[in-house]
């Protein structure tokens, strides 16, 4: 896997194109492509990580010229068969497992609104959500938000390994430097493993 | 390429490569059924959904809610989902948690994906494609008043900009100022002032009509 989808603050990639009285979907394969991803996540037959990976993991070039429907067509057509789903004799799992992503965390919250944290590095070629512009970043926890299946063993076959969730701000200073626009910051949705306490000589200016 | 056909202009799905695609498309969804594991009326019933049901006038609704009730915004913004099933839209626990963001003189928000495409579709529906093309995703977290600009709303150098990477499963909604001169506007006449890119924080709310 590249991280050709890892595209926060990128530079190079041109205008924002707007088009005017877009429909729902461009042609009618978008829209059966889209209520097959539904099924396939909503009867269970694959978790969202692991779509959501099976995206990260195709030809770069292809990623960045392909529409968003054939992204999800790719993935759904490789995450399916190597599932199993498309073999003969599949059986659906029983719906036994608790809806959503919100799940019971094994160990109470480490971190606290207030706290000053600083980020651990993007792992690569793995499925993450701890973007890469944001990795080793000081920032301060704006919200706690309670437990949440962990995207980066779920995507990998080994389990949901509920994570606490936080919201972290980032000044935009210290994420682009110098030439950052003044008066901006970034909230990042980070799970407790991707952040470590800041030391006082990390210093932090919150916003 | 797609330039070759003559007739009309060209529709992305009469090009050849649209083609494969939808031709992609019908096998799997094809051998799905016939595996008996999803139904063709199934599908058909989601795309109507998202075709006809689901769009940015639930969010709207919402956000009319909240210029007209201090205190249903209060809970809005303290519990979104909560708030929101108050005004008979239906959620599952399927639906991801959502949180309200509000706007005002001194702060403006704006939510991006920058790892995906993530978006608040039971509130809005579908993400429009330019909030899922690369460069939106790129840019925003980095110039957001740049990209802002870019995309015609210009905000005093004053306000302060808080974007919201959705970069777990919380969705993230604007709230966005009430538009001036809405003051005595009915909750019923605000809905249409409120549009999807406002709600996405790339737009201020409409001015009331005359």
Redesign the interface.
């Known amino acids: 896997m590249t991280d050709v ?7 190079g ?7 005017a009285r ?1 429909p ?6 978008e ?6 991803v ?2 396939a996540i ?2 269970g ?1 694959i978790p969202i990580d692991v779509f ?1 990976c099976g ?1 990260e993991r195709m030809d770069p070039e292809r990623y ?1 010229r392909a529409s ?3 992204r999800w ?1 790719t993935s ?2 490789r995450v ?1 068969a190597e599932a199993g ?2 073999a ?1 004799g ?1 059986r ?1 799992p029983p719906r036994t497992a ?5 799940r019971a965390a094994s160990a109470p919250p480490r971190f606290r609104v207030g706290d000053a944290v600083r980020t651990t590095p993007r792992a690569s070629g793995r499925h993450t ?3 890469g ?2 990795g080793e970043k000081r920032g301060v926890v704006a ?1 706690a ?1 309670r437990a ?2 962990f ?1 980066d063993t779920n995507a990998h076959g080994v389990g949901e390994q509920p994570q606490h ?1 936080y ?1 972290v ?1 980032f000044a935009a200073r210290e ?2 430097g110098e030439r950052a ?11 407790e493993p991707y952040l470590e306490e800041s030391t006082a000589e990390d210093g932090c200016d919150g ?1 | 390429m797609a330039h070759d056909h003559d007739d009309e202009h060209d ?3 009469e090009d050849p490569a ?1 083609r494969a ?2 031709l ?3 096998a ?2 094809a ?2 059924v016939e ?1 008996g ?2 139904k063709r009326e ?3 019933a ?2 109507a959904r ?2 006809h049901e689901i769009g940015p006038l639930n969010g709207a609704r919402v956000v009319a809610r909240a210029w007209s009730d201090a205190a249903f915004k209060q809970r809005l913004l303290a519990d979104a989902w909560g708030a929101i099933r108050e005004l008979g839209l239906t959620t ?6 959502i ?1 309200v963001v509000e706007n005002t003189p001194g702060v403006h928000n704006v939510v991006v994906c ?4 993530c978006y608040p579709g039971a509130l809005l ?2 993400p ?3 909030y ?8 925003m ?7 802002l600009r ?2 015609g709303l210009e905000l005093p ?14 969705r993230y909604m604007v709230l966005p100022e009430r538009p001036p001169g809405s003051e005595s506007t009915s909750e019923q006449q605000l809905v249409p002032l409120v549009s999807r890119d406002a709600l996405i924080g790339v737009a201020r709310a409409g001015a009331p009509r005359e």
Do not use: M, Q
């Not at chain 1, 729902?24 to 394969?29: D, K, L, N, S």
């Not at chain 1, 626009?181 to 799970?191: T, Y």
């Open positions: 989808h890892d595209l926060g603050g990128r530079l990639l041109g205008r924002i194109e707007r088009e877009e729902v979907f461009h042609a009618p394969w829209g059966r492509v889209c209520g097959l539904n099924c909503g009867f037959w959501r995206i960045l968003y429907y054939e067509l759904l057509e399916l789903v498309l003969r599949y659906p608790p809806a959503g992503f919100e959500r701890l973007p512009y944001a919200h938000r949440f299946v995207p969730l919201t701000r994420l682009w626009e003044p008066r901006a910051s970034v909230c990042v949705d980070l799970f916003a | 529709h992305a799905h649209s695609l939808a992609r498309a019908e799997l969804e051998l799905l595996r594991l999803v199934a599908i058909d989601i795309v998202y075709e599952g626990a399927e639906n991801a948690p949180v920058t790892l995906c495409s529906g579908l429009p494609t330019w899922k093309s690369p460069p939106y995703r790129a840019r977290v980095r110039e957001p008043r740049a990209v870019e995309l150098e004053s306000t302060e900009l808080r974007v919201w990477d959705s970069s777990a499963e919380i």
